[in-house]
């Protein structure tokens, strides 16, 4: 039995350096070691033997399990070397590499901005009164002193529905109607809100227009509201927003539901009035459009226009934004690329 204790260690061994993947491993394992291994099965036999040759042989059988485990648990790292080796080469997972960082998401720079500005005009006593995207003509024209056929009507291209009358709203000025409507009291209520959203053209699309962008409108309507509530509320906004040193600008221009009706500008902060090619070297950029609110639209709104009066302005976020990141495309700001995203 010693003999074979001796040739079974000895067969196990080579058997062992013939092993090359964790199958085969397995296989010697439990050939050699395990509860009916080779090593257990003499062990178990010592009984046959004569007496005083019974503590050699354990003694010796003993020796034999401990020296074929130690080989075993050596054989053993060399094998998953040699596999983690192999998988690293040929395998499409490579187990080494670092996890993927998850990418955190951020907010729309339109959102950016449009959060800035609501902070602004909250402060200032506005709140948001939210309009409709899908319009009616009615409401998007008529009712803001744009009737039909109304030469104005060239200013804003329209996206026209299937349905007759319904349109995409092309500013967020018939938010001036339905917020009075709401909120008015049949013409009782002063009002101060700011109505953000969506816009959409039927334009050309270039590096300075899209088809779609927001505009935030302003409306304030008082008992005794003059022009220069406007311009003291529009320069406070802008000094908040581009700075407690920025200039303001007001240019006369035409908008058929405001008397007069004016153009804002402020002085282009990246050059400070100098000229650069952000304000086509004008020193000046252009905001905003704004106005007293005409009589008829007050009065369209329930409003009687010799008891109250009302200032709106209707800003342009994106270009806001285009202004402050020096964006030099209208375009990215839908174009869901994230290179450009992910810089905000
Ligand atoms: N609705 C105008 C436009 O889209 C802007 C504007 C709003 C002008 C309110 C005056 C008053 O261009």
Redo the contacts with the bound molecule.
């Keep these: 039995m010693l003999e074979q204790l001796e040739t079974l260690h000895t067969g196990a061994l080579s058997e062992l350096e013939a092993v090359k993947d964790s199958g085969a491993l397995h296989e010697w394992e439990s050939k050699y070691l395990g509860g009916k291994g080779g090593v257990t099965l003499l062990l178990r036999g010592i009984g046959q033997l004569p007496k005083e040759q019974r503590a050699d042989f354990g003694k010796r059988a003993n020796e034999v399990r401990d020296l074929l485990t130690e080989a075993y648990i050596g054989r053993e790292k060399l094998v998953h070397e040699h596999e983690l080796a192999r998988d690293l080469e040929e395998g499409q997972i490579d187990v080494t590499l670092p996890g993927r960082e998850r990418s955190v998401g951020g907010l729309h720079p339109s959102t950016q901005t449009l959060r800035e500005l609501y902070a602004i005009w909250a402060d200032m006593g506005f709140q948001v009164y939210r309009s409709r995207d899908v319009e009616d003509d009615e409401t998007n024209f008529s009712m803001?002193n744009i009737p039909p056929h109304h030469p104005a009507r060239d200013?804003?291209d329209t996206f026209y529905t299937t349905t007759p009358g319904v349109i995409l709203r092309?500013?967020?000025?018939p938010g001036?109607i339905r917020s009075m409507h709401e909120l008015g009291g049949n013409g009782t209520q002063p009002i101060r809100v700011i109505l953000p959203g969506m816009?959409y053209r039927y334009e050309h699309i270039t590096t300075r227009s899209e088809m779609q962008f927001h505009?935030l409108?302003?409306?304030a309507i008082g008992r005794n509201i003059r022009m220069t509530d406007l311009k003291g509320t529009v320069t406070a906004f802008a000094r908040r927003m581009f700075g407690a040193n920025a200039a303001v600008r007001f240019r006369a221009?035409y908008?058929p539901?405001?008397e007069p009706?004016?153009e804002i500008d402020v002085e282009c902060f990246l050059c400070g009035g100098q000229g650069c090619k952000v304000c086509k070297y004008a020193g000046w950029l252009e905001i905003?459009?704004?106005?007293m609110?005409h009589p008829t639209v007050l009065r369209n709104g329930g409003y009687d226009p010799s008891q109250w009066s009302g200032?709106?302005?209707?800003m342009g976020p994106e270009r806001m934004a285009m202004l402050k990141h020096g964006i030099n495309d209208i375009r990215y700001f839908w174009g869901n690329d994230l290179r450009f995203l992910e810089q905000f």
């Design positions: 803001l200013m804003w092309t500013h967020t000025s001036q816009c505009q409108e302003g409306v221009s908008f539901f405001t009706s004016m905003a459009g704004a106005g609110m200032f709106a302005f209707g």
